[in-house]
């Protein structure tokens, strides 16, 4: 079985930032695409950012300049590294991270950007 871990959430304020991460346990034989999704209630969700197992990296347009992705394949984590955060990014993030041929979706982590 395979197990995805989120950590990092929380409360910040506008401007400030946050980093998430999200591991991978279990019996894991190979990672390809990780990413990071959001989702308000109401609302679809939103793909936010996304990164190869070869560190290429793509982003939705309403984070590009402000989040970044990154991965250590060496402990199966994936990190989005939020800065200048926004009100309109207050949403439950979630990890999914390409695992033996399948997706998996971590728990969802709450980040609220509110003074």
């Known amino acids: 079985q395979v197990q995805l871990v989120e950590s990092g959430g929380g409360l910040v304020q506008p401007g400030g930032s946050l980093r998430l991460s999200c591991a991978a346990f279990g019996s894991i034989f190979s990672i390809d695409t990780m990413g990071w999704l959001r989702q308000v209630p109401g609302n679809q969700r939103e793909q936010v950012a996304t990164?190869?197992?070869?560190?290429?990296?793509g982003y939705a347009n309403s984070v590009k300049g402000r989040f970044t992705i990154s991965r250590d394949n060496v402990k199966n984590t994936v990190y989005p590294q939020m800065n200048s955060l926004k009100p309109e990014d207050t949403a439950v993030y979630y990890c999914r991270i390409w695992i033996n041929g399948n997706d998996y979706w971590g728990q969802g982590t709450q980040v609220t950007v509110s003074s």
């Open positions: 990164i190869t197992r070869g560190g290429i990296s």
